[in-house]
């Protein structure tokens, strides 16, 4: 009975590696591989996927910032997302929200919105975390995003036409 139980027990524990192993960041696994190459991962990562399921929760209460250039933004954003920017940092911003809130900063892919994570981190902010993928794979995933009247829009800014690639989404007009 014992080795019996071993053996299932090696078996799910196996399973459940596998899983876990398989699951993806990104649609696209050449996308996932870039971003991971951008990336240093010196901020704590969130998934897409699992920032749409809490953000489906009324109980969570998360501010997303837009990390990207003002021009990018006014395109679109994901709902809700507030103007932080990248190179003209919104101070004023960051100085009026708590330092234990529960943030997640995105950008086009994460770079940009990883620098602003570890600028947060060292002003004191606890709960900072970056979106893996970030905006290209939030409309990759069909995720709606607004524009500035806040109405659901197909535009996207994509930086330029060489990072552009990475948006695949069919629905989606690029703009750079």
Known sequence: MTRIFLIFFIFISWTLSAQVATD??????KFEKTVHRYLSESVELV???DL???LADEKNEVVILDAREYEEYEISHIPGALYVGYDSL???????LNKNCDIVLYCSIGYRS???GEKMEAMGFQNVRNLFGSIFEWANRGYDIEDMEGVKTNELHTYNKNWGKWVE?????KQN
Do not use: F, G, W, Y
């Open 47 to 49: 998934s897409v996927s």
């Open 24 to 29: 993806e960041l990104c649609i696209n696994q």
């Open 169 to 173: 989404a069919p629905h989606i007009k």
């Open 114 to 116: 990883e620098k602003i």
């Open 90 to 96: 919104n101070e004023t911003l960051l100085d009026s």
């Open 52 to 54: 749409r399921n809490e």
